[in-house]
């Protein structure tokens, strides 16, 4: 299969439907949405919506019950979009570049920034409890809800995020790193698979199966992402490259070098297809979409 | 009936289910979830948790049904301590002090208080949707997190903060006073009410009369807020006293005097009961939290 035409094709719906979705900058709050907008459409990979398509998809009865997978896929890039803008404020990571635009702090104010950020959060659970996701039957949402709130909550990206902080500038052993990297970027990619699964009523079996494959993808994005800020440039990436080692991270290639990283990118993708092995070609995305991601420049 | 007793209680009750779903300050996220227990067990006047469960006991049909209106009150109050951690950043209102004691933020730091509000918002979601709040039908639910979800979002609660950070020490017409008010305080005063009414399987008619009650405190809340910052004292309040007229905000005293603003605020509480007149004695705890609104002295 073509994953660059699936990829295209696929973004394409999410951003369709993110535009349907999104309150227009109209009326006494147009500011504050404006502000929403402006992190939601600048243009992000939607790696994770893409992720839970592929993972309806791969579990999909064949009545192209994945399509309805699509709000919770918005859902899923609102909470991402949250989580960059919040980590780009100048109490994080001060960064003034994001999706190679200027991150929303720098052009909204702190302020605005925060609650840009807020809004998106909050928006998304709206969207997966109104009527943009009342095609799903009830314990189904609720199931996702669930799922989302815990990956993206205390005991996961919040609270690994806030791990990064802490330990910001710090050596830290190889194990602490795994957890904030399960945390901070991991949950909500196993999550955004497994609530794919969920509306297409996956089995127990095929659900952590594919919460497997999440797990494993999860780590080798990880890996590249710490690599593309090695060696990619900050124009490739849209985002400041070079900034781990100039504020003193932990990374794959600083632990364990480039090509050893590399390999331990690899060898991830690997696991991630191999726990695909009872799927059939509906999963074909979802393996092309782990190639992809070590593959991916930026 | 003796409101301080009802209060007493319910805040007992509230503050023990907070205790129990509360996530311990124990293993690698221990830092974090101390930065939420810090704000969230501060000793809040528990006023939403509150009405929540009286809204719960108004519409209630004789089987202690509004108990299991207590994980949504929790819910309620991390929604609420989570919107004072970000409403007192340095870019926001900027405050040292907040229910008596120092500010989330002049404690554990600017990024760690960023994180606890964003930890506590997304905690809310996942009691609402886990074992929590498993008690509860699924559609009740799914309504429950819809109504929070708006009532908190981008046209609520964040919507509003949002307008009372762009008018900033500018003067406004009432009419936008207003719609800042219900958007930032009244929304989720009034969603609180209304989940209890749901909690209770209340009908359409009860419900909009909960909700018109709702309306009607949080606009007589607000007013009470705005006199108390000119009345009362740092110490009766936990938090700093005077700093609206330091700030240049628009306030109803600065619009309408003080002695016009506490009749403004009698009347509203005079609506907020007269929409409970087809509710029999099961509503008294509602009418009696409308006078303590009011005559509250922090």
Redesign the interface.
């Known amino acids: 299969m073509d994953i660059r035409t699936y990829l295209d094709e696929r973004r394409r719906l999410v951003e369709d439907r993110l535009a349907d979705l999104m309150?227009e900058p109209i009326g006494?709050?147009a500011?504050?949405?404006e502000a929403?907008r402006y992190s939601l459409f600048a243009g992000g990979k939607r790696i994770r919506p893409v992720l839970c398509l592929a993972g309806a998809e791969a579990a999909d009865s064949g009545e192209q019950t994945w399509r309805r997978a699509l709000p919770v896929a918005c859902a899923l890039e609102c909470i991402h979009t949250y989580s960059l803008i919040?980590d780009d404020?100048p109490?994080?990571d001060d960064d003034d570049l994001r999706r190679g635009k200027p991150t929303n702090h720098t052009v909204f104010?702190?302020?605005?920034a925060?609650?840009a950020?807020?809004?998106l959060?909050?928006?998304a659970?709206?969207l997966?409890?109104?009527k943009a996701s009342a095609a799903l039957p009830?314990?189904t949402?609720?199931?996702i809800?669930?799922t989302?709130?815990?990956a993206?909550?205390?005991?996961g990206m919040?609270?690994g995020?806030?791990?990064d902080?802490?330990h910001q500038g710090q050596r830290i052993e190889y194990e602490?790193l795994r957890?904030l990297h399960r945390?901070k970027t991991g949950a909500l990619i196993t999550a955004s698979v497994a609530c794919g699964a969920m509306v297409a009523g996956a089995g127990e079996e095929q659900e952590a199966a594919l919460r497997a494959y999440g797990d494993h993808i999860g780590l080798a994005f990880q890996i590249v992402d710490d690599l593309l800020d090695v060696e990619a440039t900050t124009a490739d990436l849209g985002k400041s490259a070079g900034s781990d080692s100039k504020s003193g991270k932990v990374t794959y290639p600083s632990l364990f070098g480039v090509a050893t990283s590399r390999t331990m990118a690899r060898e991830a993708v690997h696991e991630a297809v191999a726990a695909l092995d009872r799927f059939d070609r509906q999963a074909d995305p979802l393996r092309a979409l782990a190639h992809y991601i070590v593959d991916r420049k930026k």
Not at 152 to 155: D, E, I, K, S, T
Request: no cysteine; net charge negative; charged share 15%.
């Open positions: 309150l006494a709050f500011q504050h949405i929403m919040h404020l109490a994080m104010g702190e302020a605005a925060i609650l950020g807020d809004g959060l909050t928006f659970f709206d997966l409890s109104g009830d314990p949402r609720i199931r809800i669930q989302i709130a815990r993206a909550g205390p005991l919040v609270g995020q806030s791990l902080m802490i602490e957890l945390s």
